[in-house]
T-cell receptor, first 110, second 114 residues
Framework: QKEVEQDPGPLSVPEGAIVSLNCTYS??????FMWYRQYSRKGPELLMY????GNKEDGRFTAQVDKSSKYISLFIRDSQPSDSATYLC??????????FGSGTKLNVKP | GAVVSQHPSRVICKSGTSVKIECRSL??????MFWYRQFPKQSLMLMAT?????????EQGVEKDKFLINHASLTLSTLTVTSAHPEDSSFYIC??????????FGSGTRLTVV
């Protein structure tokens, strides 16, 4: 079983929709949770970073961590075509070793 | 599922020495692998794209003579940091395009140059 599971998609939504991206994991010791956005031919850029459980909001993006269910989510409100990219989750116990999801490809249609 | 194994997970070396990091696809063939570098709490930075049997493609600003990449087989890519300096201390991660879609990442190598 992989440490981190993420549906590769693709996920196609109309502009303005609320997007929900998710990852599940198996290691209850993970404490650091990150979401990256990767455009084609570019390196992933860090979008959100959360420690332990709870929610974190940044503009149109909200990250949620549910440690009891070993489930994390990234919500994108009022999605835009420029949000079309691959979204990767990553997590770590101690910020030394990271485990990545395989990425979900998102397409926001105008 | 597709697994990428990266070794070592942590290495400390003396300034001026070289360090080799291995990235191995365990259950699939990876014609292309990617090498990233991450500074603390910053985004991953793509360093180079490693293609099996040919020269790696380096991103702008990455010294190809300092960061030697070899992709000699369909399951193994190596990154050698030559004549390492303290400023090379960082977190290096490899990834490969997974047959099932998306990317599979190694777990990373923490390099400390003293």
């Amino acid at each position: 079983q992989k440490e981190v599971e993420q549906d590769p998609g693709p996920l196609s939504v109309p502009e303005g929709a609320i997007v929900s991206l998710n990852c599940t994991y198996s290691n209850s010791a993970f404490q650091y949770f990150m979401w990256y956005r990767q455009y084609s031919r570019k390196g992933p850029e860090l979008l959100m970073y959360t420690y332990s459980s709870g929610n974190k909001e940044d503009g149109r993006f909200t990250a949620q961590v549910d440690k009891s269910s070993k489930y994390i989510s990234l919500f994108i409100r009022d999605s835009q075509p420029s949000d079309s990219a691959t979204y990767l989750c990553a997590m770590s116990e101690d910020f030394n070793k990271f485990y990545f999801g395989s990425g979900t490809k998102l397409n926001v249609k105008p | 599922g597709a697994v990428v194994s990266q070794h070592p997970s942590r290495v400390i070396c003396k300034s001026g020495t070289s360090v080799k990091i291995e990235c191995r696809s365990l259950d699939f063939q990876a014609t292309t692998m990617f090498w990233y570098r991450q500074f603390p709490k910053q985004s991953l930075m793509l360093m180079a794209t490693s293609n099996e049997g040919s020269k790696a493609t380096y991103e702008q600003g990455v010294e190809k003579d300092k960061f030697l990449i070899n992709h000699a087989s369909l399951t193994l890519s190596t990154l050698t940091v030559t004549s390492a300096h303290p400023e090379d201390s960082s977190f290096y991660i490899c990834s490969a395009a997974s047959p099932s879609g998306g990317y599979t990442f190694g777990s990373g190598t923490r390099l400390t140059v003293v």
